[in-house]
């Protein structure tokens, strides 16, 4: 099993059926992929009831329903009206489909709901009117769409077209053009976002965009603001296309008046006051404070996670409420937890907090690579992180590092150079370093194992989904070093097959060849990083 478990959640939407309707045999085994809506009308009044309760806006429909569709409490999923469209069918045992369309005309025979507004077309010409039918109606419906997507009905036809790298040869999305409206910009104010960019953000007269109200835009960065020339006071044009954040196209110059007033992000983080540097390989602008509030909760809980420090027990419910309460300002506030902190906040019994205290005691004991990925140092993954332990074997040594003694490092190009450099020159971060030090947390590397493996020698891997630790460009010189290599397409020859999270239709394919599939921690294991 890969992703999250959301059965129960699932359970609760009304028009998934508990039991499949059996006036037609139904299969022994039925794989249904389907997507999980929340209509406009219900978001917006999901959306009113969180401004009232204090609680931040969903963005758009589509992450209020993820939102929904993750929460802990099925209770709470139960409240939200979601709906679901199922769209396709994956293994299904004791039937078989030679067509696409007669898969879906199944599922609603046996109860599953299927858009009513799906169409068969003979051709081409069929296939374009359809696009511009749905276009036309596009505003009548409750759930948005950003186009439509056209299949090869045929199974056949489809395994013969087979896939790129991505996305199947037998499907393509067909998008519609982006909803533009014109409005007026009332402010421009800086995000801090949970990586600490500073986003700015164009607060505007309220104005309907494809049926959506939209009051702030991205103006996404310095550049971009620069580039378009917008300006506080002036008349825009905005546009959302499908789910994505409503952006600022551009202005219009002949509505200005004279008193509008160009904007510039601040050198100081507006929330916290550290100062806010832009790197030259990207145009954003980022807080460099390590106990920035806007960063915190994120933070902690990076710093928290598996892969880094490991604290079992704080969850994301924890660590809100040690950061809320002003208990932890920075990561290493953790490791100066008292019981009688502990106890005054909501659903800590005093056994849970002992283990809490006790957890955290432990995680002093990791790996100082561990440590430093936990920092969460931008570009600063769980490998990259080794690799820097390996070549300097200490953090404070690593502190000292200047960009050309880090660059000459195998593996560590300027990017990561220029962050670590960056990261360790604040004196914020420095003094976090201090206070985890003082609180006992391991800082020298510790015996190196073997890396080499030799039964991997020879191997093929291939890598599917997205992983947590590593990047792409990580595991494939990973495993060059292993001997083996990594190759893209799935055959009978692939020795391993390791799925990361969201894999698709290569997961499927080595588990139609019986290719053995791994987990990353099984990949891990397998390499002898655990
Ligand atoms: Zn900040």
Known sequence: ??????????????????????????????????????????????????????????????????GSLRQLDPRITARRPLDIFCYAVGRVDGRSFERHSEALDALKRWGLKVNSNVRLCANVEEALAYYADTEAMRETLDYEIDGVVLKVDRFDLQRALGEKSRSPRWAVAYKFPPRQETTVI???????????????????????????????????????????????????????????????????PSMRTGKERRFVIPDRCPVCGAEVLKSEDEAVYRCTGLSCPAQLKERVRHFASKGAMDIDGLGDKLVAQLVDQGLVRDVADLDYLSKEDL??????????????????????????????????????????????????????????????????????????????????????????????????????????????EPHLKGKTFVFTGALSSFTRDEVQEIVKRLGARATSSVSKKTDYVVAGENAGSKLEKARGLGVTVLSEEAFKELIGMK
């Open 1 to 66: 099993f890969v992703g999250e478990d959301v059965t129960r959640n699932l359970r609760t939407i009304r028009s998934i059926p508990l039991v499949l309707r059996t006036e037609e045999a139904v299969p022994q085994r039925l794989e249904v992929r389907g997507e999980v809506i929340l209509g406009i009308e219900a978001f917006e009044s999901l959306n009113r009831r969180r401004e009232k309760e204090g609680l931040p806006a969903f963005a758009n429909p589509r992450n209020a329903a993820a």
């Open 343 to 452: 106890a005054g906040l909501d659903r800590m019994a005093d056994k849970s907090a002992q283990n809490l205290l006790d957890a955290l005691e432990a995680s002093k004991l990791r790996s100082s690579s561990r440590l430093l990925f936990a920092l969460g140092i931008r570009h600063v993954g769980e490998h990259i992180a080794e690799v820097l332990i390996d070549a300097f074997h200490t953090i404070d040594r690593l502190a000292e590092a200047s960009e050309e003694d880090l660059v000459a490092v195998y593996e560590i190009g300027p990017g990561v150079a220029k962050s670590v450099v960056m990261f360790f020159g604040q004196e914020e971060n420095r003094n976090v370093i201090e206070k985890l030090k003082a609180a006992g947390v391991r800082f020298e590397a510790e015996e190196k194992r073997a890396v080499s």
């Open 186 to 252: 009332r402010d421009i104010v800086v995000q801090v976002g949970r990586t600490g960019a500073l986003t700015p953000v164009a607060i505007m007269e309220p104005v309907r965009v494809a049926g959506v109200e939209v009051r702030r835009a991205t103006l996404h960065n310095q550049e971009e603001m620069d580039r378009k020339d917008v300006r506080i006071g002036d008349t825009v044009i905005v546009q959302r296309a499908g789910d994505v954040i409503p952006e600022v196209v551009r202005a219009i």
